[in-house]
């Protein structure tokens, strides 16, 4: 995707991505300190899920980690053998995710490239394929087009391949939090000021949004705040998987997600936000997949 063929979505959301490198490095949010000691963890969705990506260990596996932003989850992924390739279209994301691989000595396990997803296929090709394909946690929101983007997971796989993704549940971005003034909903551990709906779930157009603040860092002043995002149903991104040519091996559904979606939730302990109480709506969804043999 060329400088003068970029639409004004991409050059808007690459802008606001470039910008959030140096905020979330500097971050409590992307705690870096158990990857600099060598024992760095995945959130527990993650963790609980993987050892189906991959049964017998990461040790020589072949990862592609799509819109990996500064890398510290693909590097995560290198500590336990897998020799992984990070791609997202944001070059201070990318040049932050190759200097953390050097500081940690993974350069020969790593390699950072920097393109549009979109145009993986060019300027990442790879036709042994992949073993794995991994994409987690507000992705596929950032894309227009999801049948394409499951034909360029599906191009990358090796036949037999598996692909892991998670990401928000599509109906909690239905969602946002209320202005102020609503009235309070009566939760278990008492009022609160409860979601209220903004976007439609099947939504087809662009959302053009400009929102201050950031959910690694809600007090951060980013220099573009400005984003486009797409709502995509579940049904669309199962169908779309399956029809490019993968077998869906597990989808589950949580009630916890990484970061403070809404104002409500309340912290774990483990990493993940959650409903106060009783969850009523989910927040998270995960699945796994095998590319079809040919």
């Given at each position: 995707m060329g400088q003068s063929e970029t639409p004004e979505w991409a050059r808007l959301n690459r802008a606001h991505w470039d910008s959030t490198v140096p905020v979330h490095v500097a971050s409590e949010f992307y705690d870096l300190a158990p990857l600099r000691a060598g024992e760095g963890r995945l959130y527990p969705v993650e963790e609980a899920e993987l050892p189906r990506i991959a049964p017998n260990g990461w040790a020589g596996l072949r990862v592609l980690h799509l819109q990996c932003h500064f890398g510290a989850d693909t590097l995560v992924l290198a500590q336990?053998?897998?020799?992984?390739?990070?791609l997202d279209f944001s070059m201070p994301a990318v040049k932050q995710a190759r200097a953390l691989a050097t500081e940690l000595g993974l350069d020969d396990r790593s390699r950072f490239v920097c393109a549009d997803l979109y145009d993986a296929r060019h300027a990442l090709p790879e036709p042994e394929g992949f073993d794995v394909v991994y994409t987690t946690w507000g992705t596929i929101g950032w894309l227009p087009d999801i049948v394409e983007w499951a034909r360029i997971v599906s191009w990358f796989l090796k036949p037999g391949g598996r692909f892991y993704f998670a990401d928000g549940h599509p109906s909690a971005f239905v969602f946002d939090d209320?202005?102020?003034?609503?009235?309070?909903?009566?939760?278990?551990?008492?009022?609160?000021?409860?979601?209220?709906?903004?976007f439609s779930y099947f939504e087809a157009r662009p959302l053009d949004l400009d929102e201050a603040g950031d959910y690694a860092d809600p007090d951060a002043e980013l220099e573009h705040s400005r984003t486009v995002e797409w709502m995509h149903p579940l049904g669309q991104t199962l169908t779309a998987l399956v029809d490019a040519g993968l077998a869906l091996d597990f989808v589950h559904e949580h009630d916890a997600v990484p970061w403070q979606m809404f104002s409500v939730l309340e912290p774990r302990g483990d990493g993940l936000w959650a409903w106060p109480g009783t969850a009523w709506l989910p927040l998270g969804m995960s699945l796994g997949a095998t590319?079809?043999?040919e």
């Open positions: 336990r053998g897998a020799e992984v390739v990070g209320p202005q102020p003034g609503a009235p309070t909903a009566l939760l278990d551990g008492g009022p609160a000021a409860f979601p209220t709906p903004r590319r079809r043999a």
